[in-house]
Each structure stands twice: as C-alpha cells, then as structure tokens.
C-alpha cells in the first residue's frame, strides 16, 4: 500500500491551512507532530475523502483517491480528533454498529468486536453506554471502531488525548503490533505517543513539514544545539530572554538548566545528548524572551 500526496494544498478563504505538500508512505507508522493549529488536522482530513485539496492530488497506489471513493474508503481506518456516537448505545453495540456501517457480516462483527474489547482493555465494560464512560475510556472505544475493518490504513488525530500514562503504553504496544504489514499516520503534539514507535516523523509547523526523517536523523540534526549548566536563580530571566529553555530544577539557589543554543550559552555548560523533545521545542516551542521573568 502506497499514499502518496503531490503539490497537496488547502485554502480556507484566505488561509491555507496546507501548503504544497509532496511526501510519500507505504508501510509502518508515520508520526505527525506540531502544534495546535499546525495544519495536521486538515492533511488528515483530505486523506481521508472528508475535504478535498484545493489544489494537487492523493493518490492510493497511483489512483486518485477522490476517483477510488468507496474502494478507497474500504482500506481506511479513522479516528478524529472528536468523534459521534449515539449515547445510549452500549460499547458492544456501538461496535457492532460500527461493524455494520463498514459492512462486516454480523459473525464477523461480532468476533471482531470481542477481540478489540480486549485489546483496548474494556471487556469488562462491554455492557456500559458510552455516555456512562469516561473520556480514556472513549477514547480507547473510538480506537476499536477505528480498527475494525482490519483496515490497511489507520489514520488517528490526537489518539490519546485523555489517556493516563499505562493507557498510552498499551495504545503505542497495540499500534505498533497492528503496523507491521500496514500503514498508520499517527497526528499529535504528544511527543511521547511517536517516539518509539514511529520509523518516520514530520514536524508540521504553518501548514508546511519542516523536518522530516527517522527519530534518530531529527534528534541528530539537534547535535550541538541542547546544552546542560547549573546557574544563579537570579540568572534565569536573562536565560529566558536569550535562549528557549527546555527544562529548569531548581536546587535551593541554584538551578539546572536545560536550554537550546547555537554555541555555548555559559562557562561550565556541557554539551548533552538531544531529544526529540528538544527538537519539538526547537521547532515550536515559545521564542526566547517569550519566558522572560520565570523565576
């Protein structure tokens, strides 16, 4: 399975919400990453027939997508960031529901419905109506109906919003699980949800992908950029005026900075390992003098 997107955009008016993409995915898990308003949920809408591009093509294994319609949607799994349901249905039965709309025979449904309980943990909740739920528990249900057609491609924007931490953990174990002879784009600013199991990340800032590569060639481009000193607290607001800081822990007067920089920031500053955290910041994290007056 191969997606390809060329000279891909999108206007709103005005705005262009997605500007002249050219990128290409066949298998494994792709990270999307950027802030709010980026961009990314637009990029998933058009890959998944709901906008069309104002400009450019999708193609699925070089067919249009728009052209392919309802051949297309067969192959698709998704997830937005809100989505429907009918609150009075049990989880069970929104499944089933579910299954029914994709056009799975009831059998079929029915076992592919018991075995996504279980992989999403909610057996024990089969019976409850979704309105009774809670949001990490929703969340993982909007998870199940994403994946319930087997699909070949999986696309999920913001999959673990309200999830706690062991939720997240059992998410990224099941996605990459599921990848292995598939393709899933994987949107969020969580930058955790991507990093160890996403074989490609973009970093989508303004509608445009500004970086883009393996974890390691991101974190790599970093090298020579995060530095880690200890400082004055009263030397953090001159920091923070000059520097994006990616962390501080403050130690009775004394402060462990971690900060991004193009040359060394101060004396006894050592150069660390960077992280894809770091990246995130680089990109789009607040400009310096934007954290000014922290401490």
């Known amino acids: 399975m ?14 262009t919400a997605v500007k002249q993409l050219n990128l290409s995915m066949t298998g494994g898990v792709y990270g999307l990453l950027g802030k709010n308003g980026a961009g990314k949920t637009t990029l998933m809408r058009m890959l998944c027939t709901l906008l069309r591009p104002t400009e450019g093509e999708i193609l699925c294994n070089g067919r249009d997508i ?93 999959p673990t919003a309200g999830l706690d931490p062991n939720e997240r953990i059992r998410f990224r174990n099941l996605i990459s699980e599921f990848s292995e002879d598939r393709l899933v784009l994987l949107s969020t600013h969580i930058v955790s949800d991507v990093e160890y199991i996403a074989h490609d990340i973009w970093l989508m800032n303004e509608g ?36 994006k800081i990616s962390n501080i822990k403050t130690e009775n007067q004394r402060v462990q900075v971690r900060l ?17 955290e770091d990246a995130f910041l680089y990109y789009f994290g607040e400009e310096a003098g934007e954290m000014h007056g922290l401490l």
């Open 66 to 158: 728009f052209k392919m319609a309802g051949e297309y949607r067969r192959f698709l799994g998704y997830l937005p960031q809100d989505f429907g349901f009918y609150p009075e249905f049990t989880v069970e039965d929104y499944l089933l529901y579910i299954g029914a709309i994709k056009g799975l025979p009831p059998s079929v449904a029915k076992k592919r419905t018991k075995e996504l309980l279980a992989a999403v943990g909610l057996e024990k909740y089969a019976g409850r109506k979704m309105k009774k739920l809670s949001g990490g528990m929703k969340r993982r249900t909007g998870i199940a109906q994403a994946m319930m057609n087997q699909p070949e491609i999986l696309i999920l924007d913001e």
């Open 2 to 15: 191969k997606l390809e997107m060329n000279k891909l955009t999108k206007k709103f008016g005005d705005v």
């Open 260 to 276: 991004l920089a193009g040359e060394k920031p101060a004396e006894g500053a050592r150069e660390v390992t960077p992280s894809l």
């Open 208 to 243: 445009k992908i500004v970086r883009q590569g393996t974890p390691k060639q991101i974190t790599e481009s970093m090298k020579q950029r995060v530095w880690e000193f200890c400082a004055d607290r009263k030397e953090i607001s001159r920091l923070a005026a000059k520097y």
